[in-house]
T-cell receptor
Framework: GDSVTQMEGPVTLSEEAFLTINCTYT??????LFWYVQYPGEGLQLLLK?????DKGSNKGFEATYRKETTSFHLEKGSVQVSDSAVYFC???????????FGRGTQLTVWP | ETGVTQSPTHLIKTRGQQVTLRCSSQ?????VSWYQQALGQGPQFIFQ???????GRGNFPPRFSGLQFPNYSSELNVNALELDDSALYLC??????????????FGAGSRLTVL
């Protein structure tokens, strides 16, 4: 069945460091892929998405490329800020419209 | 535009009781999905409602049920509460159709504790 495997955290970085959070997926067909972010005490917010192979999603300095050959959608940012501290979830759009399969989340803490 | 609002934000119940959680969808959205997020885990899909009918269900028992109203707001009902039902319950709204249905707007959630 459809599933997402996400790099386990927590991840702790200094401000301006490079960030990579790995995400791989298993799916039938051609799913859409997403990264959501959850700040403390808040719901999930869509960070970026990609709907087909080789698409690159980007937002707020974050990027992820849909790699069909490696079934991956790794999240990257060149220079993290303290305000990026949050939990990041990789998700896959399943065959049921509106159904997302989420990874377990990666806690990111950025120190000044 | 208003986002997704959920109520209550926190509640405590005892085992065996019943609970109703409420969700108002984002303006213009006609589809509502519910997710359960246990502590330290990713959200798990419970079910989705579109045009007031259940349109997809995850691996949850029948004691989890829902409703969608003509204004697209929704309720999640859980009967015979168990300790493992303690979680953050997230409501998400979206537009029906292929292009937008997977772009979900989430509420802040209802934190349920079962004692």
């Amino acid at each position: 069945g459809d599933s997402v495997t996400q790099m386990e955290g927590p991840v702790t970085l200094s401000e301006e460091a490079f960030l990579t959070i790995n995400c791989t997926y298993t799916a039938t067909g051609y799913p859409s892929l997403f990264w959501y972010v959850q700040y403390p005490g808040e719901g999930l917010q869509l960070l970026l998405k990609a709907t087909k192979a080789d698409d690159k999603g980007s937002n707020k300095g974050f990027e992820a490329t849909y790699r069909k050959e490696t079934t991956s959608f790794h999240l990257e940012k060149g220079s993290v800020q303290v305000s990026d501290s949050a939990v990041y979830f990789c998700a896959l759009g399943g065959s049921t419209l509106g159904r997302l399969y989420f990874g377990r989340g990666t806690q990111l803490t950025v120190w000044p | 535009e208003t986002g997704v609002t959920q109520s209550p934000t926190h509640l405590i119940k005892t085992r065996g009781q019943q609970v109703t959680l409420r969700c108002s969808s984002q303006s213009g959205h006609n589809t509502v999905s519910w997710y359960q997020q246990a502590l330290g885990q990713g959200p798990q899909f419970i079910f989705q409602y579109y045009r007031e009918e259940e349109n997809g269900r995850g691996n949850f028992p029948p004691r989890f049920s829902g409703l969608q109203f003509p204004n697209y707001s929704s309720e999640l009902n859980v009967n015979a509460l168990e300790l493992d039902d303690s979680a953050l319950y997230l409501c998400a709204s979206s537009l029906g159709g292929d292009s937008g249905a997977n772009v979900l707007t989430f509420g802040a959630g209802s934190r349920l504790t079962v004692l």
